[in-house]
DNA sequence: TCTTAATTGGTCAAATTTAGTCAAATTGAA
DNA sequence: TTCAATTTGACTAAATTTGACCAATTAAGA
Protein backbone atom coordinates (compact mmCIF):
# COMPACT_ATOMS: atom_id res chain seq x y z
CA UNK A 1 0.00 0.00 0.00
CA UNK A 2 1.21 3.19 -0.55
CA UNK A 3 2.16 6.09 1.42
CA UNK A 4 -0.39 8.41 0.36
CA UNK A 5 -3.13 5.53 0.58
CA UNK A 6 -2.10 5.58 4.39
CA UNK A 7 -2.15 9.30 4.67
CA UNK A 8 -5.83 9.36 3.34
CA UNK A 9 -6.60 6.51 5.41
CA UNK A 10 -5.29 8.00 8.26
CA UNK A 11 -7.02 11.26 7.84
CA UNK A 12 -10.53 9.21 7.00
CA UNK A 13 -10.06 7.68 10.74
CA UNK A 14 -9.05 10.76 12.16
CA UNK A 15 -12.14 12.62 10.55
CA UNK A 16 -14.59 9.74 11.66
CA UNK A 17 -13.56 9.89 14.79
CA UNK A 18 -14.09 13.71 14.95
CA UNK A 19 -17.24 13.67 13.90
CA UNK A 20 -16.82 14.87 10.19
CA UNK A 21 -14.16 16.98 10.59
CA UNK A 22 -10.32 16.59 10.59
CA UNK A 23 -7.72 19.35 11.68
CA UNK A 24 -3.74 18.74 11.06
CA UNK A 25 -1.18 20.51 10.76
CA UNK A 26 1.32 19.98 7.60
CA UNK A 27 4.39 19.67 8.53
CA UNK A 28 3.16 17.59 11.60
CA UNK A 29 1.32 14.98 9.26
CA UNK A 30 4.50 14.98 6.87
CA UNK A 31 6.88 14.18 9.98
CA UNK A 32 4.44 11.31 10.88
CA UNK A 33 4.78 9.80 7.91
CA UNK A 34 8.31 10.81 7.15
CA UNK A 35 7.47 12.45 3.99
CA UNK A 36 7.87 15.80 2.32
CA UNK A 37 5.33 18.32 3.12
CA UNK A 38 4.11 18.95 -0.38
CA UNK A 39 3.13 14.97 0.15
CA UNK A 40 0.27 16.14 1.62
CA UNK A 41 -1.19 18.42 -0.73
CA UNK A 42 -0.85 15.38 -3.10
CA UNK A 43 -3.10 13.40 -1.21
CA UNK A 44 -5.48 16.19 0.02
CA UNK A 45 -6.15 16.96 -3.92
CA UNK A 46 -6.85 13.63 -5.23
CA UNK A 47 -8.52 12.03 -2.76
CA UNK A 48 -10.63 14.47 -0.77
CA UNK A 49 -11.50 16.37 -3.70
CA UNK A 50 -14.57 18.27 -3.58
CA UNK A 51 -15.32 15.77 -6.70
CA UNK A 52 -15.10 13.22 -3.70
CA UNK A 53 -17.01 15.22 -1.33
CA UNK A 54 -14.71 16.88 0.29
CA UNK A 55 -13.87 20.65 1.43
CA UNK A 56 -10.52 21.79 2.66
CA UNK A 57 -9.82 24.74 4.27
CA UNK A 58 -6.62 26.04 5.12
CA UNK A 59 -4.77 28.97 6.94
CA UNK A 60 -1.07 29.60 7.04
CA UNK A 61 1.77 31.21 9.55
CA UNK A 62 1.95 30.53 13.05
CA UNK A 63 -0.71 28.09 14.44
CA UNK A 64 -1.77 27.47 10.69
CA UNK A 65 -4.09 24.72 10.15
CA UNK A 66 -5.48 22.29 7.36
CA UNK A 67 -8.64 21.46 7.92
CA UNK A 68 -11.12 18.78 6.20
CA UNK A 69 -14.75 18.52 6.37
CA UNK A 70 -17.13 15.79 4.48
CA UNK A 71 -19.41 17.99 2.36
CA UNK A 72 -23.21 15.75 2.78
CA UNK A 73 -24.21 15.68 -0.87
CA UNK A 74 -27.69 16.40 -0.96
CA UNK A 75 -28.59 13.74 -3.84
CA UNK A 76 -31.92 14.41 -3.01
CA UNK A 77 -32.05 17.85 -3.70
CA UNK A 78 -29.94 17.68 -7.02
CA UNK A 79 -32.00 14.74 -7.99
CA UNK A 80 -35.10 16.54 -8.08
CA UNK A 81 -33.42 19.74 -9.64
CA UNK A 82 -32.38 17.35 -12.55
CA UNK A 83 -35.47 16.01 -13.21
CA UNK A 84 -37.65 19.03 -13.01
CA UNK A 85 -34.92 20.73 -15.90
CA UNK A 86 -35.65 17.45 -17.85
CA UNK A 87 -38.45 18.21 -20.33
CA UNK A 88 -40.35 15.84 -22.04
CA UNK A 89 -38.50 14.93 -24.18
CA UNK A 90 -34.58 14.76 -24.51
CA UNK A 91 -32.30 13.59 -27.03
CA UNK A 92 -29.06 11.21 -26.18
CA UNK A 93 -26.19 13.70 -25.55
CA UNK A 94 -28.19 15.72 -22.97
CA UNK A 95 -29.04 12.87 -21.42
CA UNK A 96 -25.34 11.98 -20.95
CA UNK A 97 -24.86 14.81 -19.99
CA UNK A 98 -26.90 14.70 -17.18
CA UNK A 99 -25.72 11.55 -16.22
CA UNK A 100 -22.22 12.73 -16.05
CA UNK A 101 -23.41 15.71 -13.78
CA UNK A 102 -25.40 13.46 -10.99
CA UNK A 103 -22.10 11.44 -11.15
CA UNK A 104 -19.57 13.95 -10.77
CA UNK A 105 -21.84 15.18 -8.13
CA UNK A 106 -22.04 11.86 -6.27
CA UNK A 107 -25.39 11.34 -6.53
CA UNK A 108 -25.72 8.47 -8.63
CA UNK A 109 -23.45 5.45 -8.52
CA UNK A 110 -21.50 4.85 -11.82
CA UNK A 111 -23.30 1.87 -12.14
CA UNK A 112 -26.62 3.46 -12.25
CA UNK A 113 -25.25 5.83 -14.53
CA UNK A 114 -24.32 2.85 -16.92
CA UNK A 115 -27.60 1.01 -16.33
CA UNK A 116 -29.78 4.19 -17.27
CA UNK A 117 -27.17 5.03 -20.04
CA UNK A 118 -28.01 1.46 -21.94
CA UNK A 119 -32.16 1.72 -21.20
CA UNK A 120 -32.11 5.22 -22.99
CA UNK A 121 -29.79 4.77 -25.53
CA UNK A 122 -31.24 4.24 -29.07
CA UNK A 123 -30.41 0.56 -29.50
CA UNK A 124 -32.63 -0.34 -26.17
CA UNK A 125 -35.21 2.08 -27.69
CA UNK A 126 -34.99 0.58 -31.30
CA UNK A 127 -38.53 -1.12 -31.29
CA UNK A 128 -40.35 2.29 -30.74
CA UNK A 129 -40.65 4.78 -33.40
CA UNK A 130 -38.04 7.53 -33.48
CA UNK A 131 -40.02 10.26 -33.26
CA UNK A 132 -41.77 8.59 -30.09
CA UNK A 133 -37.69 8.04 -28.64
CA UNK A 134 -36.72 11.37 -27.42
CA UNK A 135 -39.95 11.13 -25.30
CA UNK A 136 -39.48 7.97 -23.80
CA UNK A 137 -36.19 8.52 -22.84
CA UNK A 138 -37.20 11.81 -20.88
CA UNK A 139 -40.04 9.56 -19.18
CA UNK A 140 -37.45 6.80 -18.64
CA UNK A 141 -34.65 9.14 -17.35
CA UNK A 142 -37.01 10.68 -14.51
CA UNK A 143 -38.64 7.27 -13.82
CA UNK A 144 -35.43 6.00 -13.08
CA UNK A 145 -33.88 9.18 -11.20
CA UNK A 146 -36.73 9.43 -8.94
CA UNK A 147 -36.36 5.59 -8.00
CA UNK A 148 -32.87 6.07 -6.87
CA UNK A 149 -33.74 8.29 -3.83
CA UNK B 1 4.53 -26.93 -19.86
CA UNK B 2 4.54 -23.39 -20.55
CA UNK B 3 5.67 -20.47 -18.43
CA UNK B 4 2.52 -18.83 -18.62
CA UNK B 5 0.58 -21.90 -17.31
CA UNK B 6 2.95 -21.78 -14.62
CA UNK B 7 2.06 -18.06 -13.97
CA UNK B 8 -1.35 -19.16 -14.03
CA UNK B 9 -1.45 -22.13 -11.75
CA UNK B 10 0.92 -20.09 -9.59
CA UNK B 11 -2.21 -16.60 -9.62
CA UNK B 12 -5.09 -19.45 -9.38
CA UNK B 13 -3.21 -21.46 -5.78
CA UNK B 14 -2.52 -17.73 -4.48
CA UNK B 15 -6.12 -16.97 -5.16
CA UNK B 16 -7.23 -19.89 -3.75
CA UNK B 17 -5.22 -19.51 -0.72
CA UNK B 18 -6.44 -15.87 -0.21
CA UNK B 19 -10.06 -16.43 -0.11
CA UNK B 20 -11.06 -15.80 -3.97
CA UNK B 21 -8.54 -12.65 -4.10
CA UNK B 22 -4.65 -12.40 -5.82
CA UNK B 23 -2.44 -9.68 -5.74
CA UNK B 24 0.50 -8.98 -7.05
CA UNK B 25 3.03 -6.43 -8.11
CA UNK B 26 3.38 -7.43 -11.99
CA UNK B 27 7.09 -7.07 -11.96
CA UNK B 28 7.74 -8.72 -8.26
CA UNK B 29 5.98 -11.81 -10.23
CA UNK B 30 7.90 -11.74 -13.51
CA UNK B 31 11.00 -11.87 -11.76
CA UNK B 32 9.71 -14.75 -9.64
CA UNK B 33 9.51 -16.28 -13.28
CA UNK B 34 12.31 -14.48 -14.41
CA UNK B 35 9.96 -12.71 -17.47
CA UNK B 36 9.64 -9.76 -18.73
CA UNK B 37 6.96 -7.88 -17.13
CA UNK B 38 4.52 -7.96 -20.50
CA UNK B 39 4.21 -11.43 -19.86
CA UNK B 40 2.41 -11.12 -16.83
CA UNK B 41 -0.23 -9.09 -19.17
CA UNK B 42 -0.28 -11.81 -21.56
CA UNK B 43 -1.71 -14.48 -18.78
CA UNK B 44 -4.14 -12.13 -17.56
CA UNK B 45 -5.50 -11.83 -20.96
CA UNK B 46 -5.42 -15.14 -21.99
CA UNK B 47 -6.51 -16.75 -18.91
CA UNK B 48 -7.99 -14.68 -16.30
CA UNK B 49 -9.97 -12.46 -18.66
CA UNK B 50 -14.08 -11.80 -17.94
CA UNK B 51 -14.72 -14.54 -19.99
CA UNK B 52 -13.12 -16.75 -17.97
CA UNK B 53 -14.97 -15.38 -14.86
CA UNK B 54 -12.34 -12.87 -13.73
CA UNK B 55 -11.99 -9.27 -12.63
CA UNK B 56 -9.08 -7.75 -12.64
CA UNK B 57 -8.07 -4.44 -11.19
CA UNK B 58 -4.82 -2.52 -11.40
CA UNK B 59 -2.97 0.44 -10.36
CA UNK B 60 0.26 2.16 -10.99
CA UNK B 61 2.85 4.32 -9.50
CA UNK B 62 4.53 3.66 -6.30
CA UNK B 63 2.65 0.81 -4.53
CA UNK B 64 0.84 -0.14 -7.98
CA UNK B 65 -0.86 -3.49 -8.00
CA UNK B 66 -2.64 -5.97 -9.71
CA UNK B 67 -5.71 -7.53 -8.47
CA UNK B 68 -7.42 -10.75 -9.49
CA UNK B 69 -11.03 -12.23 -8.44
CA UNK B 70 -12.62 -14.67 -9.38
CA UNK B 71 -16.61 -13.61 -9.58
CA UNK B 72 -19.43 -16.09 -8.81
CA UNK B 73 -21.34 -17.32 -10.73
CA UNK B 74 -21.94 -17.56 -14.63
CA UNK B 75 -23.59 -14.44 -14.14
CA UNK B 76 -22.82 -14.42 -18.08
CA UNK B 77 -24.57 -17.61 -18.79
CA UNK B 78 -27.82 -16.62 -16.83
CA UNK B 79 -28.43 -13.49 -18.60
CA UNK B 80 -27.57 -14.24 -22.27
CA UNK B 81 -30.01 -17.16 -21.32
CA UNK B 82 -32.99 -14.66 -20.39
CA UNK B 83 -32.03 -12.30 -22.95
CA UNK B 84 -32.32 -14.46 -25.33
CA UNK B 85 -35.76 -16.20 -23.97
CA UNK B 86 -36.96 -12.27 -23.86
CA UNK B 87 -38.71 -11.47 -27.65
CA UNK B 88 -39.61 -9.13 -29.22
CA UNK B 89 -42.26 -7.29 -26.72
CA UNK B 90 -42.68 -8.03 -23.20
CA UNK B 91 -45.61 -7.29 -20.84
CA UNK B 92 -44.78 -5.84 -17.29
CA UNK B 93 -45.86 -9.12 -15.15
CA UNK B 94 -43.68 -11.34 -17.44
CA UNK B 95 -40.42 -8.36 -17.16
CA UNK B 96 -40.79 -8.77 -13.31
CA UNK B 97 -40.70 -12.45 -13.65
CA UNK B 98 -37.30 -12.39 -14.99
CA UNK B 99 -36.15 -9.83 -13.18
CA UNK B 100 -36.70 -11.27 -10.12
CA UNK B 101 -35.41 -15.05 -11.32
CA UNK B 102 -32.12 -13.22 -12.23
CA UNK B 103 -31.75 -11.23 -8.73
CA UNK B 104 -32.82 -14.66 -6.71
CA UNK B 105 -30.11 -16.39 -9.17
CA UNK B 106 -27.44 -13.88 -7.89
CA UNK B 107 -26.63 -12.57 -11.70
CA UNK B 108 -28.36 -9.45 -10.55
CA UNK B 109 -27.96 -6.91 -7.92
CA UNK B 110 -31.12 -5.74 -6.20
CA UNK B 111 -30.09 -2.06 -7.00
CA UNK B 112 -30.00 -2.81 -11.07
CA UNK B 113 -33.47 -4.71 -10.69
CA UNK B 114 -35.17 -1.96 -9.13
CA UNK B 115 -33.35 0.63 -11.21
CA UNK B 116 -34.57 -1.54 -15.14
CA UNK B 117 -38.28 -2.06 -13.06
CA UNK B 118 -38.45 1.29 -12.76
CA UNK B 119 -37.35 2.19 -16.46
CA UNK B 120 -39.57 -0.38 -17.52
CA UNK B 121 -42.61 0.92 -15.87
CA UNK B 122 -45.79 2.38 -17.44
CA UNK B 123 -44.95 5.40 -15.73
CA UNK B 124 -41.69 5.86 -17.46
CA UNK B 125 -43.37 4.90 -20.79
CA UNK B 126 -46.16 6.93 -20.45
CA UNK B 127 -44.62 9.19 -23.45
CA UNK B 128 -45.12 6.34 -25.87
CA UNK B 129 -48.27 5.40 -27.08
CA UNK B 130 -49.57 2.16 -25.38
CA UNK B 131 -49.07 -0.07 -28.51
CA UNK B 132 -45.52 0.49 -28.27
CA UNK B 133 -44.43 -0.23 -24.84
CA UNK B 134 -44.74 -3.47 -24.62
CA UNK B 135 -41.96 -3.72 -27.46
CA UNK B 136 -39.84 -0.61 -25.88
CA UNK B 137 -40.00 -2.70 -22.68
CA UNK B 138 -38.19 -5.84 -24.38
CA UNK B 139 -35.85 -3.70 -26.21
CA UNK B 140 -34.49 -1.54 -22.89
CA UNK B 141 -34.64 -4.89 -20.78
CA UNK B 142 -32.65 -6.49 -23.12
CA UNK B 143 -29.72 -3.43 -23.16
CA UNK B 144 -30.05 -3.19 -19.79
CA UNK B 145 -29.46 -6.98 -19.23
CA UNK B 146 -26.35 -6.93 -21.52
CA UNK B 147 -25.02 -3.61 -19.82
CA UNK B 148 -24.53 -5.95 -16.72
CA UNK B 149 -22.32 -7.77 -18.05
C1' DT C 1 3.31 51.62 14.52
C1' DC C 2 6.74 49.66 11.32
C1' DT C 3 9.83 46.45 9.96
C1' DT C 4 11.63 42.14 9.97
C1' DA C 5 12.01 37.44 11.34
C1' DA C 6 9.80 33.14 12.04
C1' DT C 7 6.25 30.04 11.02
C1' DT C 8 3.14 27.80 8.23
C1' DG C 9 0.95 26.21 4.08
C1' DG C 10 0.90 26.22 -1.58
C1' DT C 11 2.58 25.28 -6.35
C1' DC C 12 4.74 23.11 -9.76
C1' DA C 13 7.71 20.40 -12.26
C1' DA C 14 11.19 16.69 -12.28
C1' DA C 15 12.33 12.08 -10.84
C1' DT C 16 10.72 7.64 -9.69
C1' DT C 17 7.84 3.71 -9.58
C1' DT C 18 4.57 0.89 -11.43
C1' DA C 19 1.54 -1.02 -15.03
C1' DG C 20 -0.24 -1.24 -20.24
C1' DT C 21 0.18 -1.84 -25.32
C1' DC C 22 1.65 -3.65 -29.37
C1' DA C 23 4.10 -5.95 -32.64
C1' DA C 24 8.18 -8.68 -33.85
C1' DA C 25 10.51 -12.98 -32.84
C1' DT C 26 10.25 -17.60 -31.29
C1' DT C 27 8.36 -22.05 -30.27
C1' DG C 28 5.68 -26.14 -30.67
C1' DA C 29 2.05 -28.99 -32.03
C1' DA C 30 -0.94 -30.60 -35.81
C1' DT D 1 5.63 -27.04 -42.99
C1' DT D 2 2.41 -23.97 -41.06
C1' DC D 3 -0.19 -21.62 -37.94
C1' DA D 4 -1.56 -20.37 -33.45
C1' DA D 5 0.21 -19.70 -28.92
C1' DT D 6 3.86 -17.88 -26.47
C1' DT D 7 7.76 -14.98 -25.32
C1' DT D 8 10.26 -10.56 -25.59
C1' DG D 9 11.28 -5.92 -25.51
C1' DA D 10 10.71 -1.13 -26.93
C1' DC D 11 7.71 2.40 -26.16
C1' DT D 12 3.73 4.49 -23.62
C1' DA D 13 0.77 5.89 -19.69
C1' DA D 14 -0.44 6.64 -15.01
C1' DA D 15 0.31 7.33 -10.02
C1' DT D 16 3.39 8.66 -6.60
C1' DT D 17 7.27 10.89 -4.37
C1' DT D 18 10.45 14.65 -3.75
C1' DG D 19 12.41 19.15 -3.62
C1' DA D 20 13.11 23.88 -4.83
C1' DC D 21 10.86 28.07 -4.66
C1' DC D 22 6.62 31.03 -3.49
C1' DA D 23 2.91 33.20 -0.48
C1' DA D 24 0.47 34.29 3.66
C1' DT D 25 0.19 35.02 8.64
C1' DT D 26 1.78 35.80 12.94
C1' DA D 27 5.35 37.25 16.39
C1' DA D 28 9.01 40.21 18.02
C1' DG D 29 11.60 44.25 18.17
C1' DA D 30 12.83 48.94 17.20
Redesign the pocket.
Known sequence: ????????RFLEELMAAMDGVAE???????SR???????????????FSPEHGFL???????????RIRRVPVDREGLTMHAVNAIGEAIDPPAAAAFLQNLTAAGALSTLAAHLIAAALSDRALRNIPPPYRDGARAGILKQCLLTML
Open positions: MALSDNIAVQRQELAFSCVPSQINYVLATRVESRRGGGGYI
